[in-house]
């Protein structure tokens, strides 16, 4: 079974427009990390925001949210005020138990940002 | 000022050949990562040392050998290359705690390719 799911292979917002892409994961674990990371065109891969499972709040970064409902197991990105430079692969992750365990990714979703 | 750098950033050789890709660190983290994106973008944890030590080895072939010669490098050895060992390799760094905010920073990526 997939412990990460993204259903969303790809994903098309005009500039200045909120886009949420969509995560949703499978633990049985209590103590687990959810991540998204962007990959760019250039290939690299680059954090973008964190939530742990005991956090109260939803985490946010700058345009990036992350709306964790942890009854429905979902961690979906929220970025506002699409950009141009937003165009890129997102990967929704999770680390399971303690420190030191692998992230485990979901298949990625395409956004592709339109002026 | 490069966090996690990895060498060379492209490399083509012939199947047959072995050929090895470093992995550096300045984020004074003690454990390190080797993940394979396939072609299809998926992200795959290989392997990961802590100070060190082993402490991942996922069911890779044992052409793939990793090397931490301390806790700032980690290198990936592979021996007799194969056609589908073509992908790109990430080396990934965190810092061990107990709690789950161990966020990973990647490195730029090593696309291999195998002819």
């Known amino acids: 079974a997939q412990k990460i799911t993204q259903t969303q292979p790809g994903m098309f917002v005009q500039e200045k427009e909120a886009v949420t892409l969509d995560c949703t994961y499978d633990t049985s674990d209590p103590s687990y990390g959810l991540f998204w990371y962007k990959q760019p065109s250039s290939g690299e891969m680059i954090f973008l925001i964190y939530q742990g499972s005991y956090d109260q709040q939803n985490a946010t970064e700058g345009r990036y949210s992350l709306n964790f409902q942890k009854a429905r197991k979902s961690a979906n990105l929220v970025i506002s005020a699409s950009q141009l430079g937003d165009s890129a692969m997102y990967f929704c992750?999770?680390?399971?138990?303690?420190?030191?365990?692998?992230?485990?990714f979901g298949k990625g979703t395409t956004l592709s940002v339109s002026s | 000022d490069t966090a996690v750098s990895q060498t060379p950033k492209y490399l083509v050789t012939q199947m047959g050949n072995d050929k090895s890709i470093k992995c550096e660190q300045n984020l004074g983290h003690d454990t390190m990562y080797w993940y394979k994106q396939d072609s299809k973008k998926f992200l795959k944890i290989m392997f990961s040392?802590?100070?060190?030590?082993?402490?991942i080895n996922e069911t890779v072939p044992n052409r793939f050998s990793p090397k931490s010669p301390d806790k700032a490098h980690l290198n990936l050895h592979i021996n007799s290359l194969e056609l589908g060992d073509s992908a790109v390799y990430f080396c990934a760094s965190s810092q061990m705690r107990l709690a789950a905010t161990d966020t990973q920073y990647f490195g730029p990526g090593t696309r291999l390719t195998v002819l």
């Open positions: 992750a999770m680390r399971e138990g303690q420190a030191g365990t692998a992230l485990i």
């Open positions: 040392y802590n100070n060190k030590e082993l402490i």
